[in-house]
């Protein structure tokens, strides 16, 4: 399973009976929908009115505290499908699928550690800053640029996917017209919260969501508890006798360990994971709505403890899901196990037919849907961020826009890579789309984390070697994954009926990542530019304490 925390899933038997579970009570889907809607657009139209400058645009003003800021990044990271997708893995794998929730949380010590405060202190508004702060800006701003947009098209469409299914299944919507609306819907309402609200709506909205979010994992997560009598011991031996699998299911091995080649895989998947959470853009962009340093770190903070604890929530969703159904219903349902956390719902609702149990997956399904508009609408402002800021302003124009065109390029490149992203999305409906937000992780640690890291703490870093690293992180990561499994060659592929894979492993972190790292390194080596010693002298003062920060 690659990265199935954040894979869109791509439907199957479950939603069909789920559809006809909540017929009776499709008025209510529809009304919970309805109010998220209104309620957001309401908050984006107020965000609007006070959106005046590029700083606000980019950054919300830098007005949000270090709480609000780490309740808006927990709203980014924590997709519906994350918490869908590691429920899956626990309830099909046990132990296994338990060490993804693990992962999540170490990836926030790397973000908090590594970049953070750094990247808070160094930068205006996007990653591009940072890098072309001492640097040739036009190559690298255009590279930084490109690096970000391929992430977030990435990620988006695996959103826009998720949402069409999801939504129009859950509606009783099945003609294809009916999903490419429904993702055309989706991509509208992205649309309007980032062109009118930009950070400030955006960042409401995550908040929102955030608390949405939490509230209905922990609902589940208290019945299912209550169900068994809040005994851990009790759910998990029930999910072990249940999964079939014996104490095998509550020890390592049963997913990674079977060969040497899965074990590679899950140390790839793994590395890509930690690792690419410190380079994510729409992650990245958020450290610049604070007023300080410090807020950022205690946003940082904010976001370990809530993403910490909604993380363990999913251990219980898994093994109450493992524990309420059978092993071969979760997988009936979905290879990949996506679906395991709203079938639990249905189930300890009341089951198929129950008037809570269709209740309690209308509100989940609700809840879905507000996390995947708040995920898109950030996956969206990042990308059309550093088109504007570091591509428009700085290579087009070269650095003569003012703020007033920059913001207005910012919003037309909105409107295009939303356009793209219901076209790919409604392309895309009937596709498994791990491999595609596999590619988004694998992108963003061979990328950009390299670049990040060796500009701020590498005084020999040059342009040569920030091409070298983002390009060639790039082109080897997109290159490995679309020669793996997780395109061609296998019953879960994107395409199932073509085999032309010849990269053993389903994520390329582990070849990749290094590579992005050795190629900065070679390329700074090999360059024959020197360094500019006092532009590294300033960063290095102005990243470790503030100075001259914006």
Do not use: C
């Amino acid at each position: 399973m690659t990265l199935a925390h954040d894979a869109a899933y791509d439907g199957g038997p479950w939603l069909l009976q789920a559809a006809n579970a909540t017929t009776e009570h499709r008025p209510l889907i529809i009304s919970l929908f309805a109010a998220f809607v209104v309620a957001t657009l309401a908050i984006t139209v107020w965000a609007g009115r006070q959106t005046k400058s590029a700083a606000d645009f980019y950054a919300g003003g830098r007005q949000f505290t270090g709480f609000q800021n780490g309740l808006a990044i927990s709203g980014d990271y924590m997709s519906a499908a994350s918490f869908l997708g590691i429920a899956g893995a626990i309830a099909l794998f046990g132990y296994d699928g338990f060490l993804y929730s693990i992962g999540f949380l170490v990836a926030w010590l790397v973000a908090l550690l590594l970049v953070a405060e750094p990247l808070r202190n160094s930068g205006r508004f996007t990653m591009g800053d940072v890098l072309a702060y001492r640097m040739r800006q036009r190559p690298v701003r255009t590279a930084a640029g490109t690096s970000t947009i391929v992430v977030s098209i990435f990620y988006l469409l695996a959103q826009m996917a998720g949402a069409g299914v999801l939504v129009s299944l859950l509606l009783g919507i099945t003609s294809d017209g009916g999903k490419v609306a429904i993702v055309a819907l989706v991509g509208l309402l992205m649309i309007v919260y980032v062109t009118i609200g930009g950070m400030k709506g955006t960042t409401w909205v995550q908040m929102v969501k955030a608390v949405l979010l939490i509230a209905g994992t922990l609902l589940i997560t208290f019945l299912i508890l209550l169900k068994f009598h809040f005994n851990v011991s009790e759910l998990l031996g029930a999910a072990a006798t249940n999964s079939g699998k014996g104490d095998a299911f509550l020890k390592p091995g049963l997913k990674y360990g079977a060969t040497g080649t899965s074990k590679l895989d899950f140390l790839s998947l793994g590395i890509a994971l930690v690792l690419g959470t410190a380079g994510l853009p729409h992650i990245l962009i958020r450290f610049y709505t604070v007023p300080t340093a410090k807020a950022a770190r205690k946003s940082v903070n904010w976001a370990i403890g809530i993403i910490g604890a909604f993380y363990l929530m999913t251990i219980v969703l898994g093994f109450g899901a493992a524990a309420l159904l059978k092993n071969s219903d979760i997988i009936a349902s979905n290879k990949a196990g996506n679906t395991a956390a709203p079938l639990a719902a249905l189930e300890i609702g009341g089951g198929a037919g129950s008037t809570g149990g269709s209740i309690l997956l209308a509100v989940i399904s609700a809840v879905a849907f507000a996390t995947i508009l708040a995920v898109v609408a950030g996956l969206t402002l990042a990308s059309s961020s550093s088109f504007a800021h570091d591509i428009y302003a700085n290579v087009i124009r070269r650095g003569q826009a003012t703020e007033k065109e920059e913001v207005r390029a910012a919003r037309w490149a909105t409107v295009l890579i939303g356009v793209v992203s219901i076209a790919l999305g409604a392309l895309a409906r009937d596709l498994n789309v791990a491999g595609l937000v596999a590619l988004a992780f694998a992108v963003a640690a061979s990328a950009n984390l390299p670049t990040i890291l060796y500009s701020l703490f590498w005084k020999r870093f040059t342009t040569t070697g920030a091409l070298w690293s983002i390009y060639g992180g790039l082109i080897s990561a997109v290159v490995l994954v679309l020669f793996s499994p997780v395109v061609s060659g296998k019953p879960t592929s994107m395409f199932k009926s073509v085999d032309f894979y010849w990269f053993p492993l389903e994520n390329p972190g582990l070849v990749s990542i290094p590579l992005g790292f050795l190629l900065g390194w070679l390329g700074s080596v090999l360059s024959k530019e020197k360094p500019d010693a006092g532009k590294y002298a300033e960063l290095e003062v102005k990243s470790l304490t503030g100075v001259g920060a914006h």
